[in-house]
Every structure is written in structure tokens, then in C-alpha cells.
């Protein structure tokens, strides 16, 4: 599924999202990562605590804006399944580092 995914990043995020993997999912985001849900600011480490390994894609429709912007199906334990989007903002930090996305809105 993460093969629509161009942006390597974010396609590690993703891939980390989708395989419930909290520790390569927090690894790609800045401590101080700003995170919105429906437009309201989430804390990140709680989304990451609540949402990996109980949310995941289940097709993704659209990659858009550079592979930063996914819609598709999504499922989550406690929400059941419904269409969302993901719109990440890209932030690379120093020449040596790999790029880390903040997510600027998660609905």
C-alpha cells in the first residue's frame, strides 16, 4: 500500500503507522512536533501512544503536494472506518540529518 508513497520519509512514517511501530514512527518527528486532529492541537506522543497499533490506512486514494498530502480509508479500533487525510509539513534539519516531518494536520 505504502508503494503510492513517492516521499521516503513520509513513507517511513506510513509504513511505521501502518505496522503499529511506535519507536521508527517517533524517531521521524522533531521533539517539539506540532500535530492537529480536525483542526485542534493534539500532543503528538499522545496520538502516537493511542493510534499505533489501533489506526491504519486501509487504501490509499490520493497523494498530492510532493507526497506530503494522503487521503484514503482509514480504520481505528475505536472509531471504525471512515475516509480521512493526512497534510504533513516538511522541515529538514542540518545537511547531515535524514528530513523530519511534522505533521501540520491529522484528521
Not at 500535530?35 to 486501509?58: N, Q, W
Not at 490520493?62 to 472509531?79: I, K, P, R, T, Y
Request: net charge negative.
Amino acid at each position: 500500500m505504502t508503494t503510492e508513497l513517492t516521499n521516503p520519509t513520509v513513507r517511513a512514517a506510513i509504513t511505521a503507522l501502518q505496522n503499529g511501530d511506535r519507536n521508527a514512527w517517533s524517531a521521524l518527528f522533531e521533539p517539539d512536533a506540532k500535530l492537529y486532529d480536525d483542526g485542534s492541537p493534539r500532543d503528538l506522543k499522545e496520538f502516537s501512544r493511542d493510534a499505533l497499533g489501533h489506526e491504519r490506512f486501509t487504501r490509499i486514494e490520493c497523494v498530492e503536494n510532493g507526497g506530503l498530502d494522503l487521503v484514503g480509508a482509514f480504520h481505528s479500533d475505536q472509531w471504525g472506518d471512515f475516509r480521512t487525510y493526512f497534510k504533513i509539513s516538511a522541515l529538514t534539519l542540518g545537511q547531515d540529518q535524514a528530513p523530519r516531518y511534522r505533521p501540520s494536520e491529522i484528521v
